[in-house]
């Protein structure tokens, strides 16, 4: 089954991929920090912080930025994986590797079979949630 669909919410709510996508660039902890790079999403005027969602053959993905979505599609999208070492080095610290987004995904998500399709919907998401 493939859907997609954006969920408003009176409060931003970080997602399993925030911590690894923004970066605190004010020297605070994550989740004490107030500037990000790239910058946490704005509310839309009337509706709330939008949370992304993507369910695409029984594996749903949620998002809290059009960012974590690319970043999803980037690394997804290699054919041969990164490692979570890797990625967790990449992001200087704090979480190990097994707490990344990426070791956390289901293992029937992983294969390259089923990862060439789901990154062409996540495509296919961003561009209808980028128009808003």
Known sequence: MK?????????WTASPLSYWV?????????????SFEPPLPRPVPGRGYPTYHVEFNG?????????????????????LL????RLSQDRGGGLGPNKHWLSRLPPKAKPWRYREKAVKYLRDAMTVFAKG
């Open 82 to 85: 990164p490692t979570t070492i």
């Open 3 to 11: 859907n997609r669909w954006i969920e408003y919410r009176p409060e």
């Open 22 to 34: 923004h970066r605190e660039t004010d020297d605070e902890p994550w989740h004490l920090a107030k």
């Open 59 to 79: 594996v749903e993905f949620r998002f809290a930025s059009l960012e974590e979505l690319a970043h999803v599609i980037e690394v997804l999208g290699q054919k």
